[in-house]
């Protein structure tokens, strides 16, 4: 992936470049601060993602995100600026987002996963029909399958430290982050020999199933997990709710045809909440941010059952709002009582 930087604000741009790299050091990055020199380097080779100043001195950042697209119609965009007064006509070239400055680290690395991870599905999903593709289910219980074949755990642990891995595919991880995860009442070197144990077997588990799809890293007192092509539920989830909530502001009576489609996508991959079958503490913060996701999503398809009088559709997602609550049922009147005391 070519990722450029035209940036006016040089403490901006080291920023923007050390996110970058700490996101993933593979990618590519360029630094170009003349717009037309951004423009010579797309004509030559595809720029996948542009982080652009608005306020550039010899043309607007607006104006070279007209013409990058121009190029090519896939670019991502995100606008970078000090004012907000430029949102509205930064969405109408329907950007991925829209940065103020000064910037936040962990916004900016939420700005990448949301393109990456976006990225990534839209080329995924279109292959989740070939049989020999890997897929990956994480919604309710641990599920690994390559074709008719299953992932069989020899032990329990190697797949709660694959699931671990898995929550941060491409980046490293701390030996010692994994071991106060997964091993928080164990004293630090029996959890590192724990930890040592988990990954040979689960490295064996994983050769004699995925065939080097799935290869597992160690650098630095880091472990990585680098994953080849697959499916995997959760983060095609985020995808479509990302694509779902992507043009702001959203309204619940105002959804259009592609928003209205990824809200029933995400809606349809939530078979049940983030590994609660699994029962590890760890995956608990993540559970709660993608339970609040599917919250949010019910309430924009609820809004829309009833502006167009859809009364079966509406009670089915009652109920699936009465079960996300632990509520027997719920009534509209009940559930819009809930939605005023929140």
């Given at each position: 992936m070519n990722i450029v930087i035209t940036e006016g604000d040089e403490r901006s741009r080291k920023m923007l470049l050390s996110a970058i790299h700490r996101y993933d050091p593979a990618l590519s990055c360029h630094i170009c601060s003349d717009p037309d020199a951004v423009m010579k380097m797309a004509a030559k080779k595809q720029i996948d993602l542009a982080f652009l100043d608005i306020q550039l001195t010899a043309m607007s950042g607006l104006e070279l995100a007209r013409r990058l697209k121009s190029i090519n119609p896939q670019i991502k965009i995100v606008f970078t600026t000090s004012?907000?007064?430029?949102?509205?006509?930064?969405?109408?070239?329907?950007?991925?987002?829209?940065?103020?400055?000064?910037?936040?680290?962990?916004?900016?690395?939420?700005?990448?996963?949301?393109?990456?991870?976006?990225?990534?599905?839209?080329?995924?999903?279109?292959?989740?029909?070939?049989?020999?593709?890997?897929?990956?289910?994480?919604?309710?219980?641990?599920?690994?399958?390559?074709?008719?074949?299953?992932?069989?755990?020899?032990?329990?642990?190697?797949?709660?430290?694959?699931?671990y891995l898995l929550t941060y595919l491409n980046k490293p991880v701390s030996k010692h982050q994994i071991c106060e995860s997964l091993w928080p009442d164990k004293p630090t070197d029996k959890a590192l020999i724990n930890l040592q144990t988990a990954i040979y077997q689960l490295r064996k588990n994983l050769s004699e199933f995925s065939r080097d799809q799935i290869i597992?890293?160690?650098?630095?007192?880091?472990?990585?997990?680098?994953?080849?092509?697959?499916?995997?539920?959760?983060?095609?989830?985020?995808?479509?709710?990302?694509?779902?909530?992507?043009?702001?502001?959203?309204?619940?009576?105002?959804?259009?045809?592609?928003?209205?489609?990824?809200?029933?996508?995400?809606?349809?991959?939530?078979?049940?909440?983030y590994l609660v079958q699994e029962g590890w503490l760890w995956a608990m913060p993540k559970q709660q941010s993608l339970a609040q996701h599917f919250n949010r999503i019910l309430d924009a398809l609820i809004d829309n059952a009833i502006i167009n009088g859809a009364k079966s559709l509406l009670q089915e997602y009652l109920a699936r709002m009465a079960d996300l609550l632990g509520e027997s049922e719920m009534d509209l009147e009940a559930y819009l009582e809930y939605r005023k005391d929140r």
């Open positions: 004012f907000n007064q430029y949102a509205a006509e930064a969405f109408d070239l329907e950007v991925q987002d829209y940065l103020l400055k000064p910037f936040n680290q962990e916004r900016l690395l939420k700005t990448l996963d949301k393109i990456l991870l976006s990225r990534t599905e839209q080329r995924y999903i279109l292959r989740s029909r070939q049989a020999n593709l890997l897929q990956i289910e994480l919604f309710g219980k641990l599920v690994v399958y390559h074709g008719q074949k299953t992932l069989k755990w020899k032990r329990s642990k190697s797949a709660e430290l694959f699931a597992i890293e160690y650098a630095d007192n880091d472990y990585r997990m680098l994953v080849g092509p697959c499916y995997v539920d959760v983060h095609a989830f985020e995808d479509a709710y990302y694509r779902a909530f992507a043009s702001p502001p959203y309204l619940g009576n105002a959804t259009n045809a592609t928003q209205n489609r990824a809200l029933i996508e995400a809606y349809n991959l939530y078979k049940d909440h």
